[in-house]
């Protein structure tokens, strides 16, 4: 299982397999981030998200791994620009054919699924990516 590191991700990656015998190992990809358009798409460092998901292993973060280049909007967020949402999409991709897994479950969020898919997706929506 890949998952954002946005709190909101790893509570639901966390949720769906609690307690479940066959536990699947959470891995957290930085790429699978929301875009950065608003301020609940602003992370929190691995520190203070290892106290709450003391389970997951969040070693590779950096401190900020969030969208935060460029000049903050009148609301003090530095929007992440279409375009390098659009590369990081691809990045992800070329990375999942990358891997060696036939099947792998994705949590994340509905602006970089719709980059990545083409599709605009409900939440909590699940579909199916062919690769």
Request: proline residues 7%; charged residues 20%.
């Amino acid at each position: 299982m890949l998952t954002s590191p946005l709190t909101r991700a790893l509570q639901t990656a966390h949720g769906l397999f609690e307690g479940h015998p066959n536990v699947p190992r959470i891995q957290v990809v930085p790429l699978l981030r929301e875009r950065v358009e608003n301020s609940c798409d602003i992370g929190r460092a691995p520190a203070a998200l290892a106290t709450e998901f003391p389970s997951i292993d969040l070693s590779q973060l950096n401190d900020a791994w969030w969208h935060k280049e460029g000049q903050p909007d009148a609301r003090g967020i530095c929007v992440e620009p279409i375009p390098v949402v659009q590369a990081r999409a691809a990045q992800f991709k070329v990375d999942l054919l990358a891997r060696t897994e036939r099947v792998l479950a994705l949590v994340g969020h509905g602006t970089f699924f719709y980059y990545l898919t083409g599709k605009v997706m409900a939440n909590c929506e699940v579909t199916e990516l062919v690769c």
